[in-house]
């Protein structure tokens, strides 16, 4: 069997991917570390624990605590290391850069280090892998034309992005220099089940349901490029399965939206289930707001790499899955209360000890 650490898997796309393996995958197991800052819930995984106790553990703790992650790393002797754990909200990087630079870039470097450490004193084996999740917005802002390939220089707009930007070149120097077999994968927008609550589709679809305001930045004509998280996952699984080490392959859903568009998506997706009427459209809740600092423009990504060398494209077409993720917001009330209202921080502290929280805001992209 298997075992496979995942960093910050009790967050938005580690949860996905966690569920996504243990299904995919039978004679895998998942050793969770997350350390369970705001966005982090462990209870999302709660009935994989259950229903799964020897293919699934959970160890609370700080990618940044090399005693602990060395310590778990001769425990359970992985196959393969998967690091989502990041601190990766736009708007509470311009608030406080520092957690960032903190968890992005000397957190990685110091769960590369112990990872290295591992591997050298097993021999080097050639078959582990060391998957390094990062995103899009390292590339900056992209004009009307082009995409993101591989090859784009980098040129972060904001403290998250900067701080992503550091922790990739970290992971490709441990493998030029070590000879550390890293791949990296960025990734464009992320939508999907068990999203926290302040990014711009969860929290669209949260306002629109209570018929609050819609805040959108600036005109809303920012471009993204909107993956949808399972087909996302599906992606690592291939970059984590068959990538070459040394390796980066770019991940888009090839659905570029401006964020006003999807707004508009979202009103009538809900209008239509809500049996809202045209006098009650809630596109009436929109309201456009002081643009963010350094808000990029757009984004887009050339997926060509990762289509021709692993066969990977997205399953899901982006109305679709736009209506299984509203879909799904609908089904799941007692997840979104127990978020909102921080009652998931009680069940956490419980289980798991005392929470550290950072201060909440609301994502608006």
């Known amino acids: 069997m298997r075992t496979v650490i995942v960093t910050g898997g009790a967050g938005f796309i580690g949860t996905n991917f966690i569920r996504h393996l243990l299904e995919i995958r039978p004679q895998w197991r998942i050793v969770n570390l997350d350390a369970l800052t705001y966005a982090g819930n462990a209870a999302n995984l709660a009935d994989v624990a259950a229903r799964a106790p020897s293919r699934y553990r959970f160890v609370r703790g700080d990618i940044g605590d090399e005693a602990l992650v060395r310590t778990l790393l001769a425990e359970e002797t992985p196959w393969a290391v998967v690091n989502f754990a990041a601190e990766s909200h736009v708007d509470r990087s311009i608030v ?68 992503k930007a550091a922790s990739d070149h ?80 770019n991940i888009g859903g090839g659905a570029e939206r401006a964020n006003i568009d999807v707004v508009h998506q979202l009103c009538d997706l809900l209008d239509e289930r809500l049996q809202r009427g045209a006098e009650r459209s809630s596109r009436r809740l929109i309201r456009f707001v002081t643009d963010r600092p350094g808000h990029d423009r757009r984004y887009a990504i050339d ?63």
């Open 96 to 163: 406080g850069p520092l957690a960032f630079v903190e968890t992005n870039v000397l957190g990685t470097a110091r769960l590369l280090l112990a990872c290295r450490r591992m591997w050298e004193e097993k021999g080097r084996p050639a078959d582990f892998r060391f998957l390094h999740v990062s995103t899009d917005e390292v590339f900056g802002s992209l004009g009307p034309a082009g995409h993101f390939t591989e090859t784009t220089a980098y040129d972060p707009s904001s403290p998250y992005s900067a701080s």
């Open 303 to 365: 997926a060509g790499k990762i289509q021709r060398e692993l066969g990977w494209r997205p399953r899901y077409a982006f109305a679709q899955a736009l209506a299984a993720t509203v879909d799904w917001y609908l089904n799941h009330g007692p997840w979104v209360d127990s978020v909102r209202s921080g009652e998931y921080r009680k069940w956490i502290d419980r289980n798991y000890g005392a929470a550290r929280d950072r201060a909440d805001t609301h994502e608006i992209d």
């Open 170 to 249: 970290l992971v490709r120097a441990f493998q030029r220099t070590y000879g550390f077999p890293a791949l990296v994968t960025n990734c464009s927008n992320n939508y999907g089940p068990f999203q926290f609550p302040e990014k711009l589709i969860p929290l669209m679809i949260l306002n629109i349901i209570e018929e609050k305001e819609l805040p959108v930045y600036g005109d809303g004509r920012n471009v993204r490029d909107w993956l949808y998280v399972i087909d996302h996952c599906e992606a690592l699984a291939a970059v984590l399965e068959r990538g070459r080490p040394g390796e980066t392959y």
